[in-house]
C-alpha cells in the first residue's frame, strides 16, 4: 500500500542518557508525519478547523520493535486504515531503512471545541481523505 512519509533524523533532544530514543518520541514523530500529511491536502493548521472544529487524538495503539539510537536517519508513515463520519485511524510506521522499529494505529476524532463532543469531519477534508485511502488501495 501506498503510505504518505516524512524523513526524520533523531537529535540528541530525542534519546536518553544511552543515545537511546526516548518511547514517547515515537509518538511525536508519527504526529508530524500526520501533520505533514493534513499539510500536504492543504491544512495548514491541521488540529484546528474551520468552524470551530478540532482534531484530537482518540486512541493510539503502539507495538515497538527495535530502538532508534542519535542520528539515524528514519522515515515515518501516515496511511489511512480507516475512515468513518467523525474519525479517521491511521495506520503509522517509523523506519530505519528498510527495518521496523514501531508501528502504531492512531485513531484521529473530529470533535467541537466547545463542547469536545463528536463532530462530522468537514464534508471537503472527509473527502480529501477519502479519495487518499482509495489512491492508496489502488497502489497495491
Not at 462530522?120 to 473527502?127: C, E, G, S
Request: aromatic letters at 8%.
Amino acid at each position: 500500500m501506498h503510505a504518505f512519509s516524512i524523513p526524520l533524523r533523531v537529535y540528541i533532544e530525542d534519546t536518553d542518557a544511552g543515545g537511546i530514543v526516548y518511547y514517547v518520541n515515537y509518538l511525536k514523530y508519527m504526529e508530524r508525519s500526520r501533520t505533514e500529511f493534513l499539510r500536504s491536502l492543504g491544512y495548514h493548521k491541521p488540529a484546528i478547523l474551520d468552524g470551530g472544529l478540532l482534531l484530537v487524538v482518540h486512541s493510539a495503539q503502539i507495538n515497538y520493535r527495535r530502538s532508534a539510537r542519535l542520528d539515524d536517519q528514519l522515515q515515518v508513515t501516515a496511511q489511512i486504515e480507516k475512515l468513518a463520519r467523525t474519525n479517521v485511524e491511521f495506520k503509522q510506521q517509523v523506519l530505519r531503512g528498510s527495518e521496523l522499529l514501531c508501528e502504531g494505529l492512531i485513531r484521529i476524532a473530529c470533535v467541537d471545541a466547545t463542547s469536545m463532543k463528536p463532530s462530522a469531519l468537514p464534508i471537503d477534508m472527509h473527502h480529501q481523505l477519502d479519495q487518499f485511502f482509495h489512491s492508496q488501495t489502488e497502489k497495491s
